[in-house]
């Protein structure tokens, strides 16, 4: 993910080891780039969901692409309403989207940008 080399002991889990440096490592860059962010209509980002933070794991997503959809979305959506009475409101950004819940400012989830939406809004192909 960033390169580094760990000194690992040789009792650690692959849990143990994910947890502390994949997921630690996340959580401090989350707090230290994300938390206090506003977004371009006005919400201040106040956390990530343990969901998020997963999902930004998982898809390889950068902060700095998170950061560029808050603010320089290519669309906001409209803030819709779950079944169970979750709002959440989608920033379509040339790279990332975001779902925030724009009551709370909890980035709920996050995933790459899909190629026909990235061609919707004519951002080029290999803008990946």
């Keep these: 993910m960033t390169g580094k080399s760990y000194e690992v002991p040789a009792d650690m889990t692959y849990e143990q080891w994910y ?4 997921v630690k490592e996340t959580e401090k ?3 230290e780039k994300i938390i206090g962010l506003k977004t371009s209509n006005g919400i201040g980002i106040e956390s990530v969901s343990k969901h998020a933070i ?11 692409d998170v950061i560029d959809a ?3 979305p290519l669309k906001i959506g409209k803030v819709k309403i779950d079944d169970q009475g979750r709002k959440s409101q989608r920033f379509v950004g040339s790279k990332v989207t975001v779902n925030v819940n724009p009551d709370s400012g909890v980035i709920a989830t996050l995933w790459r940008t899909g190629t026909s939406t990235r061609r919707k809004f004519g951002v080029n192909k290999s803008a990946n």
Excluded: A, G, T
């Excluded at 997963?54 to 700095?64: D, L, P, S």
């Design 54 to 64: 997963e999902q930004k794991i998982m898809r390889k997503v950068f902060i700095e």
């Design 19 to 22: 947890d502390l440096y994949i």
């Design 29 to 31: 860059e989350i707090n």
């Design 70 to 72: 808050l603010n320089n």
